[in-house]
């Protein structure tokens, strides 16, 4: 991390916590929340912002709806509508403290020390941004609630594609003048590590356990990390 740095943007699964918890714990959750969400809540005020913003073959019914969340999911799709749904099917479980995230020991820790130097912590996850202020807001860390530690949240909805170098730069232009240039992005994700880097941003691969193996390619071609303490 360079001296200058003064951003540090995040990536959420597979750099602040284990893709398992996303995939073994979040996804099944949501999948599991799902029947009785739709018995009781399908024609709701609630319920209806999600159930719209679905595709209309796929909202005509709840048996549709509940195929088409299922096959999205098994496929890993990051639909914006499917993020925002999965946020809202989470809380619950958030509240009762089913869910808990499993921050790499680092993290909060980092997070601390980054907030010490003045560095500004910002998340960019494909993940809704409620979606996203609800996993920090329930953390193993101490303290827990890593939110008030984030200075912004961005997803594919108000940023856009993370494989995209326009939405770095559409999120580069929402920070102050002064650190707009300085910003370092932290990711598992090659294509998005390169689609920052092309933004002007300087950005670094993370390589975490139970992440998929990395190409020597992306070994030559990127700076990785196992830890935030490396920075
Ligand atoms: C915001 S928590 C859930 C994470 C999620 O749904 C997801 O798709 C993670 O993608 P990321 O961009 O954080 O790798
Ligand atoms: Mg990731």
Redesign the pocket.
Known sequence: MAATTKVVLL?????VCPISF?KDI?FPYALQALPGTLNTQWDSPAFARYRDAFPAEHAASREAFAAHVEDLTRR?V?APYL?SL??YLWEKGYQTGQLKAPLFPDVAPRFASWKREGVTVVIY????VP??KL?FAHTNGDPADLVPDIAGFFDTVNAGP?TEAASYEKIAARFPEDLAGECLFL???VKEVEAAKLAGMQSFVVERPGNAELSAEARQQHRVIQSFAEL
């Open positions: 990536d959420i699964e597979g750099t996303v979040l890993d990051k993020k999965q946020g996850s494909s993940g809704s979606a996203q996993l993370k990711s598992d994700n």
